[in-house]
């Protein structure tokens, strides 16, 4: 409170001292900023809710990134631009509260329930994305480096706690020799934290969560990575099925990659994690994971009837179990790396997700799969390293390959004219396995490729595109 009302304090005093020139030719009133220690145009920009370039321009400043500690710069006034408002966008991790999101962005709780339309704090879900562009007036974000004030009672070591911040830090940026020496008014630099603080309220011996990519979507794939401050056995489950971890070479990281099944309803689930030290102590951790629809449409197909017997569930059943069979397990190696290559060089005709419907019955069946549209005989690449895993002629599929890519990721190529490996074979990234064909129940050559993430079928092309590793 008391530094929000210097900040006012100073706002005025500065406005009442601005010389009469700098007014001149500007309709309302003027404000004139003084540069503070530690600040940046673009966080000045962001207290008056106006922007960089408009204050840059009002100033004739050449180099936006030269402000000196002590420098005037006028404030235009006018319409709040809005596309500064909407720069900043945070989406809510495991353990975060709107607390810690307000300290990290330079704003308030208040402020930031009010612009998100929060009405219980509690009740944040991992993947909501939030409107983070409004700072408080006098708060910068913790990511950069600023000022804070001395308050009465306060020490050092508080200040570093509550900023999130070392302590040698923070003395060395203030060339204190004793944190000791610090008294009420005094104005602090908090340094510039190397990377962004956590911010999360993890139970030990939790350290660290995340889960990529935000927001998960019904029938797509998402990693999730565990710290722990010390080896662990890890479990865990989303929508009633098991999330099955696999350490790092550091022996304290964890990952388990998870394929939201396609017909889940979007909505908010909880996500729990049973950590279990070797002194067979045992810690829950559970947090609600908003999924999101996908955005999948519909499609009638009709089979001609020479092939109706093949949508006899039990036909469809019996191959499917044939499949996910081998699409359940998990292999702990992880052969895959990066971003996925693409199966074949053509274009995509149907994609992942479609609801459909054969013959007129209800939309209860969904794509399982990406269809490329290629000439019977081209090449199919195997978009990852991995290890062959099944290649058999079945009713529905056709000529079929599955390879196993590790850690419950696996990817499988239908309607094949010919296959050119063997189970058990490792295959590299961009290896000719097969070509394209018009085997099983299909309606013209194409692939038809599926990717199956934790046995479920997921969006493969999802995988062309994020690096599930890395990221
Ligand atoms: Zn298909």
Redesign the pocket.
Known sequence: MRRRWLFWWCVILVMSMASPALAQGSTGQTTVHVVQRGETLYRIALAYGTSVEAIAQTNSLSDVTNIQVGQRLIIPSGPVNASVRTAGRHVVQPGETLAHIALRYGTTTEILAALNSVVNPARLYVGQTLDVSQMAPGHPPLTNGYTVTVAPGETLYRIALRYHASLNAIMRANDLKSPARIFPGQQILIPAAAEAPALQVLPAPLVGLALAPLPVEVGRSFRVRVVSAEPVTISGEFLDRDLVFFPEADGRTYTAFYGVYAFTPPGTYPLTLTLTTGDGASTMFSTELRVADGGYGNETITVPESQEALLDPAVNSAEHELIAGVMRGHTPERYFDGVMGLPAAAPVT?PFGTRRSYNGGAYDRF?????FGGPPGAPIYAPAAGRVALVDTLNIYGLFTIIDHGQGVFTAY?HQTESYVQVGQQVEAGEVIGTIGNSGRSVGP?L?WELWVNGVETDAIQWTRVDFVAD
Do not use: N, R, W
């Not at 794509?367 to 269809?371: I, L, Q």
């Open positions: 149907s794509h399982t799969g990406t269809d239908a194409h038809h």
